[in-house]
Each structure stands twice: as structure tokens, then as C-alpha cells.
């Protein structure tokens, strides 16, 4: 399974980005899919997550109302919608496939700089 990640970027605060997340390879085992972030000299945190199977979602407490996680089957593409972005999303985000019980795939990251 490879992931591909893109439409990061520089934007002020207040702005919006659409990240999104191209997976290829075997797919039919992955049972959830997910996009993270890490900020400099910070851990590794889950922004949102989606349940392959019934579309459950979860987000982070920081993000929610503002950011939103979704699938398009048809072009294998995860997307994160970020809108009123902040200076504290700031950071490398990553998107993530999920395939139990052993396996997890990394996409290679793609910056987020939003500007005061």
C-alpha cells in the first residue's frame, strides 16, 4: 500500500486548505484511514480519523468544527477540508492506512505553515 499526500502549503490565518491523500496498492483490507500531525519539537497526534467500513468519524478536540475528513472510493482519495485555520495547526501532516492486525502505512508528509 503506497500513500501520497499533497495540497499543503503557506496560508494566513483564517484561510483554507484541502490536503489529499492518493492510496494505491491493497486496499481491500484497510479498515480505517486517518490524518495526523506533528508540529516541531511535539509528538505525533491524530487530527481525524474515518472508518473504512460505516464512515464513522472521530476528530481531535482542536480541530473539530473546523476541519473535515473524507473519502472518495471512486479516485481512492482521502481528503482533509481545513477551514479558519490558526497558527497552531502549523506542522508536517501525514495521512495513515490502517490494515489489522499488523500493518500500517505512512504517507511522506506534507507541510502546513499558517501565517499570524
Known amino acids: 500500500v503506497q500513500l501520497v499526500e499533497s495540497g499543503g502549503g503557506l496560508v494566513q490565518a483564517g484561510g483554507s486548505l484541502r490536503l489529499s491523500c492518493v492510496v494505491s496498492?491493497?486496499?481491500?483490507?484497510?479498515?480505517?484511514m486517518g490524518w495526523y500531525r506533528q508540529a516541531p519539537e511535539k509528538q505525533r497526534e491524530l487530527v481525524a480519523l474515518?472508518?473504512?467500513?460505516?464512515?464513522?468519524?472521530k476528530y481531535a478536540d482542536s480541530v473539530k468544527g473546523r476541519f473535515t475528513i473524507s473519502r472518495d472510493n471512486a479516485k481512492n482519495t482521502m481528503y482533509l477540508q481545513m477551514n479558519s485555520l490558526k497558527p497552531e495547526d502549523t506542522a508536517v501532516y501525514y495521512c495513515?492506512?490502517?490494515?489489522?492486525?499488523?500493518?500500517?502505512?505512512w504517507g511522506q508528509g506534507t507541510q502546513v505553515t499558517v501565517s499570524s
Open positions: 474515518i472508518i473504512t467500513s460505516g464512515g464513522r468519524l
Open positions: 496498492g491493497r486496499t481491500s483490507s484497510i479498515n480505517a
Open positions: 495513515k492506512a490502517q490494515d489489522p492486525p499488523y500493518y500500517e502505512y
